[in-house]
T-cell receptor, first 114, second 118 residues
Framework: DGGITQSPKYLFRKEGQNVTLSCEQNLNHDAMYWYRQDPGQGLRLIYYSQIVNDFQKGDIAEGYSVSREKKESFPLTVTSAQKNPTAFYLC?????????????FGDGTRLSIL | AQTVTQSQPEMSVQEAETVTLSCTYDTSESDYYLFWYKQPPSRQMILVIRQEAYKQQNATENRFSVNFQKAAKSFSLKISDSQLGDAAMYFCAYRSGFPQGGSEKLVFGKGTKLTVNP
């Protein structure tokens, strides 16, 4: 079945450490997205990518980095510059050619500070 | 920039009854899409319903329907015959019909927590 796989489900970060969250999709979608969700907040966009080797900053990109070397993969690195990384991270994808297509989401990764 | 407001942080409903969740949005665009997503305790985001702004007819998906009032910029979700499995966070989201650079970015409200009482 087609879908979006995020791993790991839970991740712990030590102070000063970079960690990478994985997102893989087999939906043949062009666009991929990373969102951050905090308690009492909606989802906020971190980065998005419309095509391979191209990505744009979202609303809260500081302290994060991404790459898009393959259509299927869009990993997110939470760097040590992100001082408050504890949150739930959701990856999503959507087809680019057909307008109005909804975004499909993975099951998320919960990141906590040790 | 577009904004989405959900004015009800929490709502509750008795099983088998009907509940309406409110959503308003602010935009200067005429072409856009609106979505309701459900997030159960498992945290997975599940699409509930979608509405195209150029369509006057309200979208319906089984027990879920919307009341789309374009002039008022209102997009409420009605859940009929509520079931225990409907308990979740519900998020309203907006997407431009002319996305900048071709992206289909979503703007989310802060959500409404729905409790279903047996």
């Amino acid at each position: 079945d087609g879908g979006i796989t995020q791993s790991p489900k839970y991740l712990f970060r030590k102070e000063g450490q970079n960690v990478t969250l994985s997102c893989e999709q087999n939906l043949n979608h062009d666009a991929m997205y990373w969102y951050r969700q905090d308690p009492g907040q909606g989802l906020r966009l971190i980065y998005y990518s419309q095509i391979v080797n191209d990505f744009q900053k979202g609303d809260i990109a500081e302290g994060y980095s991404v790459s898009r070397e393959k259509k299927e993969s869009f990993p997110l690195t939470v760097t040590s510059a992100q001082k408050n990384p504890t949150a739930f991270y959701l990856c999503a994808s959507s087809g680019r050619t057909a307008t109005g297509q909804p975004q499909h989401f993975g099951d998320g990764t919960r990141l906590s500070i040790l | 920039a577009q904004t989405v407001t959900q004015s009800q942080p929490e709502m509750s409903v008795q099983e088998a009854e009907t509940v309406t969740l409110s959503c308003t949005y602010d935009t200067s665009e005429s072409d856009y899409y609106l979505f309701w997503y459900k997030q159960p305790p498992s945290r997975q985001m599940i699409l509930v319903i979608r509405q195209e702004a150029y369509k006057q007819q309200n979208a319906t998906e089984n027990r879920f329907s919307v009341n789309f009032q374009k002039a008022a910029k209102s997009f409420s979700l009605k859940i009929s015959d509520s079931q225990l499995g409907d308990a979740a966070m519900y998020f309203c989201a907006y997407r431009s019909g002319f996305p900048q650079g071709g992206s289909e970015k979503l703007v989310f409200g802060k959500g409404t927590k729905l409790t279903v009482n047996p």
